[in-house]
């Protein structure tokens, strides 16, 4: 009875869910990276560089209130003294030095300096224009000698501060660049491995697709190719329904194409080789032997007084005889020996690798075997056989020939008294082997 094996659609379908999947999974993970870095590219955009402006913005503002101050504190001019005082109170109260508390105080405190200057300045460049003797200038000048000395310092805080801004500003910049270049990375590193794991998954479809498909069909059609050539076959054990089947389908074919092969060469009763089998084959290993230059001989055999086997035990026996006479027979045939059942009760063997000497002494062995086998055999009478022998000569023996001179063989050794092998090589040239022996006395048969 036939397994139940799952189908290859079924299989298909699995490989196919699992590379849906993987796909599924590979596509989830880019598209939330791909969200996740334009999230980060729309915070950079919407919260840290509009700080990072505002932070330049502060640092260059600072610097324009230095000079501004510089001007007011160091400056000759009453009106130029008095607009660079007004642009630096517009500019301290920008709300650009708003984003942090302590930069807005301490902006505000360099405001508050610049206005004293201012004051101090504008008093006593009056005063030196209109009363130039008046003691108060020098009091202003020591009050302007202090307050400059103050506003140096400030510079120098102004300074620090705009410094701390610009690193800042650098900071958030090194700070988004890094976000970016992160997210970057995740999206290479999770692409990446998503790719890998998609072309494992790839090839372990590929191998199944090999495993269970591709190799069980390759191995079916090479068994068909054996088969045919008529050469062993093996093929592995398939786990799925449609392969299984085309297994067991080569398997029946295998077993009609031998038992074809088998009808064809074989005789049903003997089990020996047919007549046309046998002569085709040894017409092969002849012309293999010519071609080697190795021996080969041809024996043909006849058991002897068959017909009295059939008229005095009957037709069955007769048959009993003929297949214990095959068995016989092949039993003592060497490896490569091949043996045919030409006809009735007559018979061949194929000896290649042994000369017509070699095989005229195996005959003798065969012979003396079947009268002592079939002596104390039960079921059929005690028989003998007669046989002629006849080995390959020349480049241009055909098997024709051979078979033509071993039956010479026979007929004489019939001729002869029967139960005997003879040699074709012994023959006289002028030796003619007629119908004649038939007439000779029956006596071999027991
Ligand atoms: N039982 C049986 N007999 C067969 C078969 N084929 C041929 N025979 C018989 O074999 C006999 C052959 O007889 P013959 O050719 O006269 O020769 P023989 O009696 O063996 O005598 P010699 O060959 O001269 O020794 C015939 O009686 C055939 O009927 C077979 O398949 N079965």
Request: charge should be negative; hydrophobic fraction near 40%; glycine fraction near 6%.
């Amino acid at each position: 009875m036939t397994e139940k094996y799952p189908s290859i659609k079924q299989l298909l379908g699995r490989l196919a869910t699992l590379l849906a999947v993987s796909f599924a999974l590979l596509f989830t993970a880019i598209f939330a990276l791909s969200n996740h870095a334009a999230k980060l590219a729309e915070k950079s955009e919407q919260e840290l560089l509009p700080s990072i402006h505002e932070h330049q913005r502060a640092a260059l503002n600072l610097e324009r209130l230095e000079r501004m101050g510089d001007l007011v504190a160091y400056g000759g001019d009453i009106s130029l003294i008095r607009k660079n005082a007004l642009s630096a109170q517009v500019l301290a109260f920008q709300p650009s030095f708003d984003f942090n508390e302590a930069t807005r105080r301490s902006v505000r405190k360099s405001y508050l300096l610049i206005k004293q200057l201012r004051v101090s300045r504008q008093r006593l460049l009056l005063m030196q224009k209109t009363d130039s003797e008046n003691p108060e200038i020098k009091q202003l000048l020591d009050l302007e000698d202090k307050l400059q000395m103050q506003w140096h310092e400030e510079k120098q805080g102004m300074f620090e501060l705009q410094n701390q801004i610009i690193s800042a500003a650098t900071r958030l910049q090194t700070e988004s660049l890094q976000q970016i270049s992160l997210t970057q990375k995740q999206i290479l590193i999770v692409g990446g491995c998503g790719v890998t794991a998609l072309l494992i998954v790839l090839a372990s479809i590929g191998w199944q697709m090999v495993k269970h498909l591709i190799r069980p069909i390759s191995h079916a059609s090479h068994a068909m190719l054996a088969i045919e050539s008529g050469q062993e076959y093996q093929l592995e054990k398939t786990r799925y329904e449609e392969t299984s089947l085309i297994y067991h389908a080569v398997d029946r074919l295998s077993t009609t194409v031998q038992t074809l092969h088998d009808l064809a060469t074989t005789d049903e009763m003997t089990q020996c080789y047919n007549r046309r089998h046998f002569v085709n084959l040894a017409s092969e290993m002849l012309d293999q032997a010519q071609e080697n230059d190795q021996p080969l001989s041809i024996v043909m055999l006849d058991i002897d007084h068959f017909k009295k086997v059939n008229d005095q035990y009957g037709h069955a026996t007769g048959d009993t005889t003929l297949k214990y006479f095959a068995l016989w027979l092949k039993e003592n045939l060497p490896d490569n020996g091949h043996a045919g059942r030409l006809g009735g009760e007559e018979f061949a063997l194929l000896l290649p690798g042994l000369s017509e000497s070699e095989a005229t002494d195996l005959s003798e062995t065969i012979r003396k075997s079947i009268a002592s086998q079939s002596q104390d055999c039960a079921d059929i009478p005690g028989i003998t056989v007669s046989m002629g022998v006849k080995g390959r000569v020349g480049k241009q023996d055909a098997i024709d020939g051979l078979l033509s001179k071993a039956d010479k063989a026979l007929y004489l050794a019939k001729a002869c008294g029967r139960n005997q092998v003879i040699s074709y090589s012994t023959l006289k040239s002028d030796q003619v082997v007629t119908d004649d022996y038939r007439r000779s006395p029956v006596s071999s048969v027991s």
